[in-house]
């Protein structure tokens, strides 16, 4: 698995060792950004990181490491959006099998801005289009998290704006080379 060196971080796939890591990152997230903290409904693959991306085949956990600190994360995994919350032809265009979703696209306050989340994402990518079985990469933001909805138009295609929601959510894909859409 190919990993990046970018400036003084590593970004690659994570071990065992990075879990507690990768989770502090992630709760920390939930509380700090999102303001609403954990949600098991939400965030149940948190909890069991390593048995929801580490031991499927077709999942990964992808980690930004400064020495041993982990500071950054995104994941994959194959799951369609589900109706509810979300819109019945989303669930329909994005089938379970066929489709890989991007995760926990996190990364720390101190080290944001250095190029890591754009890393961790082509990693992503990179892993997803080596799965003959992925034919699609979605994902889906809240546009109200600060810099979210510029950074994803900058790598992937909206295919649902659902702002007039509660959640305040649009819909992404993003091209995967070599696969028509």
Do not use: N
Not at 106 to 114: L, T
Request: charged share 25%; glycine share 6%; with cysteine.
């Amino acid at each position: 698995m190919p990993h990046h060196r970018v400036g003084p971080y590593e970004v690659k796939l994570a071990e065992r060792r990075h879990v507690d890591g990768a989770r502090s990152v992630m709760l920390d997230t939930f509380y700090r950004d999102f303001g609403f903290g954990y949600r098991p409904e939400w965030h149940a693959d948190v909890i069991d990181l390593d048995g929801t991306y580490l031991t499927p085949d077709r999942h990964a956990l992808f980690v930004a490491t400064t020495g041993d600190e982990v500071v950054g994360t995104t994941a994959v995994r194959a799951a369609a959006p589900h109706c509810p919350p979300h819109p019945r032809f989303l669930a329909e265009r994005y089938p379970d099998d066929t489709t890989a979703q991007l995760f926990r696209v996190y990364v720390r306050p101190g080290h944001r801005r250095c190029g890591l989340a754009r890393a961790l994402v082509a990693l992503a990518v990179d892993f997803v289009t080596r799965q003959p079985r992925y034919q699609a990469l979605y994902l889906h933001t809240d546009a109200r998290v600060p810099g979210a909805e510029p950074f994803w138009r900058s790598l992937a295609t909206p295919v649902h704006d659902a702002r007039d929601d509660s959640c305040q959510t649009i819909h992404f894909e993003i091209p995967l080379p070599g696969r028509a859409r």
